[in-house]
């Protein structure tokens, strides 16, 4: 028996994980993050879900500079995506620069860290990743699906600094600063 429970520990270090939140299975195998309460588009067919809850990024004082002098320390990747309090916009790195995502929102009602975070953040889809964050999906062949709500700036009656969904009615990322929605297609 200790011979099958060491070979399945040791084929879980060469299978990529695939995460399902609020819901028993994932939708489809190119997905390595699903949220529950999805919509597939804005046609009249498809079913509203009572989902009001999207992602909240993280809420950092500056945006970490690139190029970095200590790489070790701080080094943005393609793909991070932040609430910057400073600037008090949702920001995404691409290509060695920051992107704003929103117009200047406030901090207004943000909740303040207190503490510094420790360790190396959560990894999903492998053992260890290049990228530095809090929360990493490391894969080549499958992407993350955002939560789905149909129209969030309606739906969603306390949105906080940060929250980022798919809104399933224009088809879109929406982005929300604090005071507005913004909508990425």
Not at 22 to 44: M, Q, R
Not at 53 to 59: D, N, S
Not at 108 to 119: I, N, Y
Not at 132 to 147: C, D, K, Y
Request: glycine share 10%; aromatic share 10%.
């Amino acid at each position: 028996m200790k011979q099958y429970i060491l070979f399945l520990l040791f084929l879980g270090n060469f299978t990529n994980a695939q995460v399902a939140i609020g819901k028993n299975s994932l939708g489809s195998a190119s997905s390595i993050l699903e949220f529950g309460g999805e919509t597939a588009s804005d046609s009249n067919t498809d079913a509203e879900t009572a989902n009001f809850r999207g992602i909240i990024l993280p809420g950092v004082t500056t945006s970490p500079v690139f190029p970095v002098v200590n790489p070790s320390t701080n080094n943005p990747q393609n793909g991070t995506f932040l609430y910057d309090t400073q600037l008090m916009k949702v920001r995404m790195f691409e290509n060695g620069n920051w992107i704003d995502m929103t117009d200047t929102g406030t901090n207004a009602g943000l909740v303040s860290t207190v503490g510094t975070e420790t360790g190396s953040g959560v990894i999903i889809g492998s053992n260890t990743s290049a990228a530095q964050g809090v929360f990493i999906l490391e894969s080549s062949n499958t992407a993350l699906n955002l939560p789905h709500i149909k129209d969030p700036a309606n739906k969603v009656k306390s949105p906080y600094q940060g929250m980022m969904c798919y809104d399933t009615l224009g088809n879109c990322i929406a982005v929300f600063d604090g005071v507005n929605w913004s909508y990425w297609k």
